[in-house]
């Protein structure tokens, strides 16, 4: 429950009590999400500070009319389910058919006060009042407005009467505007319950969505060589969705029931990498207080994704090849062949062609990863996917965090202009941002804008923007780029917005954790050197 931000030394300095009342309820009614934590505290208010107790609103039903009681302070679920009038009956029914105040000095001597909801041996003994005061809208009752009140109080009932007024004002106000935003909400809700039927009947079996001509060409090469045991190579820029790919490729092979295992090979440091893939005996090094397999072993009979294959350093490159020339692992430690059964699917962004004239990588194992190549396209390139994949993140972040926000069609034509330099990763990034600061229920083009306008791209030193309508080469490599004095406050600020995780900063940026740490201690001996 929010906090009314009272302090109970204000009436004792002298300041008049209603009127902290109603700043206070103005303030909740600002603040306040929902209607029940709205007209609650303005309830609780009315109860701790003017001794108005057990205050309730009731409202109509939709079908009988007759009223029940919706929000209450001091009141029990059983004392609130009871709280049901017919039209016209009782004291609220009469003020519900009227909309005039009813006053009633002792409830003991009013014959139309029930204790419906609340039974008088649950009532102080001495005389207890009751209030109650109509909402209006326009001239027409919308609901009641009632509390209790000891008879015996130096407070005069004028002044509860005033203040209630006041108060049956901002409910209706409340009201009025919760009934707006459930209609709209309402429309929103259909508009992704559309999007979600169409989304089935799109969606194919192995979850990639896409109708562009690159991805249709990607996916049939996919799915011809996915029952076979080739080693298959996965290139294309970072976001692309090779990992899913490489799902595709487990699911649709015999191996399928098996298990999947995934590792990226830039995300671990090196001197960790060769135990995560092969394992471990008792006292290999120092810390291996217990033997440990490795995830080709753990792999045995299924799939064994490597990404980022071409940051794999020589030692290990050789150690791969023999796995696969093999069919065998041994542990750090271990001088004994352990027998596996593993099919490799390898994943890179770099042009490994390169990469082997350069010295960095195998020839051999080059040849043995590089059977069959599939390259996966940039979204730049998938002319058409951007409104098909926006659609789906957008309905899977509404569903994910509770929302009903929805693009306007200036906000799609944005997004579809952008040029994705972080491709599929960034596009779900920045859709779930958008979401989650989204301020209204509609997202406008210059939302988006504002949102892009904050994207760098670190693909390299004069990124494009917007995407153009030339034709685009393919890109099998991602520049490293110069560390940089002016790239501090980039790194920086995506680390400040990552909590610190260094490894969820670099993603943001499109950058490997290797790279980012890097970055950032070049960036450090450079300031360490210049004091």
Same mark, same amino acid.
């Given at each position: 429950?929010?906090?009314?931000?009272?302090?109970?030394?204000?009436?004792?300095?002298?300041?008049?009590?209603?009127?902290?009342?109603?700043?206070?309820?103005? =303030?909740?009614?600002?603040?306040?999400?929902?209607?029940?934590?709205?007209?609650?505290?303005?309830?609780?208010?009315?109860?701790?500070?003017?001794?108005? @107790?057990?205050?309730?609103?009731?409202?109509?039903?939709? =079908?009988?009319?007759?009223?029940?009681?919706?929000?209450?302070?001091?009141?029990?679920?059983?004392?609130?389910?009871?709280?049901?009038?017919?039209?016209? *009956?009782?004291?609220?029914?009469?003020?519900?058919?009227?909309?005039?105040?009813?006053?009633?000095?002792?409830?003991?001597?009013?014959?139309?006060?029930?204790?419906?909801?609340?039974?008088?041996?649950?009532?102080?003994? *001495?005389?207890?009042?009751?209030?109650? &005061?109509?909402?209006?809208?326009?001239?027409?009752?919308?609901?009641?407005?009632?509390?209790?009140?000891?008879?015996?109080?130096?407070?005069?009932?004028?002044?509860?009467?005033?203040?209630?007024?006041?108060?049956? &004002?901002?409910?209706?106000?409340?009201?009025?505007?919760?009934?707006?935003?459930?209609?709209?909400?309402?429309?929103?809700?259909?508009?992704?319950?559309?999007?979600?039927?169409?989304?089935?009947?799109?969606?194919?079996?192995?979850?990639?969505?896409?109708?562009?001509?690159?991805?249709?060409?990607?996916?049939?090469?996919?799915?011809?060589?996915?029952?076979?045991?080739?080693?298959?190579?996965?290139?294309?820029?970072?976001?692309?969705?090779?990992?899913?790919?490489?799902?595709?490729?487990?699911?649709?092979?015999?191996?399928?029931?098996?298990?999947?295992?995934?590792?990226?090979?830039?995300?671990?440091?090196?001197?960790?990498?060769?135990?995560?893939?092969?394992?471990?005996?008792?006292?290999?090094?120092?810390?291996?207080?217990?033997?440990?397999?490795?995830?080709?072993?753990?792999?045995?009979?299924?799939?064994?994704?490597?990404?980022?294959?071409?940051?794999?350093?020589?030692?290990? =490159?050789?150690?791969?090849?023999?796995?696969?020339?093999?069919?065998?692992?041994?542990?750090?430690?271990?001088?004994?062949?352990?027998?596996?059964?593993?099919?490799?699917?390898?994943?890179?962004?770099? @042009?490994?062609?390169?990469?082997?004239?350069?010295?960095?990588?195998?020839?051999?194992?080059?040849?043995?990863?590089?059977?069959?190549?599939?390259?996966?396209?940039?979204?730049?390139?998938?002319?058409?996917?951007?409104?098909?994949?926006?659609?789906?993140?957008?309905?899977?972040?509404?569903?994910?965090?509770?929302?009903?926000?929805?693009?306007?069609?200036?906000?799609?034509?944005?997004?579809?202009?952008?040029?994705?330099?972080?491709?599929?990763?960034?596009?779900?990034?920045?859709?779930?941002?958008?979401?989650?600061?989204?301020?209204?229920?509609?997202?406008?083009?210059?939302?988006?804008?504002?949102?892009?306008?904050?994207?760098?791209?670190?693909?390299?030193?004069?990124?494009?923007?917007?995407?153009?309508?030339?034709?685009?080469?393919?890109?099998?490599?991602?520049?490293?780029?110069?560390?940089?004095?002016?790239?501090?406050?980039?790194?920086?600020?995506?680390?400040?917005?990552?909590?610190?995780?260094?490894?969820?900063?670099?993603?943001?940026?499109?950058?490997?954790?290797?790279?980012?740490?890097?970055?950032? =201690?070049?960036?450090?001996?450079?300031?360490?050197?210049?004091?």
């Amino acid at each position: 429950m929010l906090s009314s931000g009272l302090n109970v030394g204000d009436a004792a300095r002298g300041e008049d009590v209603d009127l902290i009342v109603l700043r206070e309820a103005a =303030q909740l009614i600002s603040r306040a999400d929902t209607p029940e934590l709205a007209i609650g505290s303005i309830l609780r208010l009315l109860s701790q500070m003017l001794g108005l @107790n057990r205050a309730r609103v009731l409202l109509p039903g939709i =079908q009988d009319h007759g009223l029940s009681i919706r929000y209450a302070y001091g009141l029990t679920n059983e004392e609130r389910a009871r709280g049901r009038y017919r039209p016209g *009956e009782g004291i609220v029914g009469r003020v519900m058919d009227s909309g005039q105040i009813a006053v009633v000095q002792d409830i003991d001597e009013e014959p139309l006060f029930l204790f419906r909801a609340v039974g008088r041996r649950t009532l102080p003994d *001495e005389i207890v009042s009751y209030v109650a &005061v109509p909402l209006m809208d326009g001239g027409v009752p919308m609901g009641v407005l009632a509390a209790h009140r000891l008879r015996q109080r130096p407070r005069k009932f004028d002044r509860d009467l005033a203040t209630l007024r006041t108060v049956a &004002v901002f409910i209706v106000q409340i009201l009025k505007c919760h009934a707006l935003l459930e209609e709209r909400t309402a429309s929103l809700r259909d508009e992704n319950r559309q999007l979600k039927d169409a989304l089935s009947h799109c969606r194919p079996s192995h979850g990639i969505l896409g109708e562009s001509a690159p991805l249709r060409e990607a996916l049939s090469n996919a799915l011809k060589v996915a029952a076979t045991e080739v080693t298959v190579l996965l290139t294309g820029e970072s976001g692309t969705g090779k990992e899913r790919f490489a799902e595709l490729l487990h699911n649709q092979s015999p191996r399928q029931d098996g298990p999947f295992l995934a590792i990226n090979c830039a995300a671990i440091p090196e001197q960790l990498l060769e135990s995560e893939l092969f394992g471990h005996e008792k006292g290999a090094f120092t810390g291996a207080n217990t033997q440990k397999k490795g995830k080709i072993e753990l792999a045995d009979g299924g799939t064994l994704f490597l990404d980022e294959i071409g940051d794999m350093n020589p030692d290990l =490159q050789s150690k791969l090849l023999r796995v696969l020339e093999k069919r065998a692992v041994q542990r750090v430690g271990g001088s004994c062949d352990i027998p596996v059964s593993v099919r490799i699917i390898a994943a890179t962004h770099k @042009n490994l062609q390169r990469a082997v004239g350069a010295g960095h990588f195998r020839l051999d194992l080059y040849y043995r990863l590089n059977v069959l190549p599939i390259h996966l396209p940039p979204l730049r390139e998938r002319h058409g996917d951007v409104r098909l994949l926006t659609r789906h993140f957008l309905y899977r972040t509404n569903r994910e965090y509770q929302r009903d926000v929805v693009l306007s069609a200036e906000a799609m034509e944005q997004l579809e202009r952008y040029g994705w330099p972080g491709n599929i990763r960034q596009l779900e990034n920045i859709l779930r941002r958008a979401v989650l600061m989204a301020h209204d229920h509609t997202l406008t083009g210059t939302d988006v804008e504002r949102i892009l306008a904050q994207e760098s791209s670190p693909v390299s030193d004069a990124p494009p923007i917007i995407a153009t309508p030339a034709p685009l080469a393919a890109v099998l490599e991602r520049p490293y780029r110069r560390v940089r004095e002016q790239d501090r406050a980039m790194l920086d600020d995506a680390l400040r917005r990552a909590g610190g995780n260094k490894s969820r900063a670099a993603r943001s940026l499109g950058m490997t954790p290797r790279q980012f740490r890097y970055h950032l =201690q070049k960036l450090a001996d450079r300031e360490a050197r210049s004091d």
